[in-house]
């Protein structure tokens, strides 16, 4: 925990090694990047959102001398062009994204990561591309269904933090509260800049304030950012008014029950994770009996929550280990 001499720590900031750029479809292009070492074992980093973008801190829970860490920013967001678009933008493009990219870079297999929606996404890419997954690293589960999304947009959450919640439903008059996706859906892709934007900021400030133990005021600098907040907000409203892009409520935790037996895996989740609740990992944990869960007694949501650095970081050591 983070009170121990013992707890691991990010390594330490680590370069871009080689970036580039790859069209995926007639609408839209992607960011990639890889640092580390070029013989390393491959591991694929998938941000959150949907819309979030990489940042620089996802290289540094793997040794740079051990990992050929690839992570790419997925459509409509980070440096990926064109910003903030909808079109073509769904859970099965950025898997077959991810499977471009895979080739483009001769990987056979990787590690998958991801905290968050990278956990959904790392859990869709290994129920669809079993093959080529060697293991799943994850943190702050997360499997859109309606109950996480009513959760944490619409009532739940909102008990944890009343103040945060009011600045959230701030720009949805009080007739259109009773369905909040629905109303914020409707300014997130309407005509009315204004609108648009007001929605935005209030729609990733929530999240923003909600992500840490540390409470309201330790936001991470990016949700004060317009570019940023109206992609992410405009993606993740997207995906989740269309069920993650699923056959059906539930459906992923059915495939992993299904698809993931015997894949090597572990589990991060903050006991007090307010944007993701724990019974999600629970359950995969349950329908995943290989993966090891670990619940971190003094976190959120958050990825940099100390006791999470310390697992993700410490998981990311064992992998080295039984992969090399
Ligand atoms: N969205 C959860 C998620 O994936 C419901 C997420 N939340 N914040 C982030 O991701 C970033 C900090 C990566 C932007």
Same mark, same amino acid.
């Given at each position: ?33 890889? =640092? ?6 491959? @591991?694929?980093?998938?941000? #959150?959102?949907?819309? #979030? ?41 950025? @898997? ?6 895979? !080739? ?6 990787? $590690? @998958? ?31 859109? &269904? ?10 739940? /959450? ?30 997130? &892709?309407?005509?009315?800049?204004? +609108? ?32 940023? $907040? ?16 699923? !056959? ?16 090597? #895996? ?14 999600? /990992?629970? +359950? ?7 993966? !090891? ?8 949501? =958050? =990825? ?16 080295? !280990?039984?992969?090399?």
């Amino acid at each position: 925990m983070n009170t121990n001499k013992n707890c691991r720590r990010l390594y330490s900031r680590i370069e871009a090694r080689r970036t580039g750029r790859l069209r995926v479809s007639d609408v839209h292009e992607i960011y990639w990047e890889e =640092s580390g070492s070029p013989d390393g074992i491959p @591991v694929l980093a998938l941000h #959150g959102g949907p819309g #979030g973008g990489s940042s620089p801190e996802m290289r540094r829970f793997f040794n740079p001398e051990k990992y050929r860490i690839i992570l790419f920013d997925q459509r409509g967001c980070g440096r990926s062009t064109p910003h903030s678009e909808l079109r073509e933008n769904t859970t099965w493009d950025l @898997v077959a994204d991810a499977e471009k990219l895979r !080739e483009h870079l001769g990987v056979d297999k990787w $590690v @998958v990561f991801g905290g968050s929606w990278g956990s959904t996404l790392s859990l869709s890419y290994a129920v669809a591309h079993r093959d080529r997954t060697l293991g799943l690293i994850l943190r702050g589960i997360f499997l859109i &269904t309606k109950s996480e999304i009513g959760w944490f947009y619409q009532e739940g /959450a909102s008990r944890l933090f009343p103040d945060a919640y009011d600045r959230y439903v701030s720009p949805i008059p009080e007739d259109e509260r009773g369905d909040l996706l629905t109303a914020f859906h409707q300014r997130l &892709t309407g005509d009315d800049r204004r +609108a648009r934007i007001d929605a935005a900021r209030a729609w990733a400030r929530w999240e923003g304030e909600t992500l840490s133990l540390q409470g309201p005021g330790q936001r991470p600098p990016r949700f004060d950012q317009d570019a940023f $907040v109206d992609a992410f907000a405009r993606i993740e409203c997207h995906y989740f008014v269309n069920g993650g892009f699923f !056959e059906k409520d539930g459906w992923l935790l059915e495939q992993a029950r299904e698809k993931l037996q015997g894949l090597p #895996g572990v589990i991060v989740h903050g006991r007090y994770d307010v944007v993701t609740p724990l019974s999600s /990992a629970w +359950a995969l944990k349950k329908a995943w009996p290989d993966a !090891e869960l670990h619940i971190i007694p003094d976190a959120g949501h =958050s =990825s940099l929550e100390p006791g999470i650095v310390d697992k993700l970081v410490r998981a990311a050591d064992q992998f080295a !280990e039984k992969f090399s």
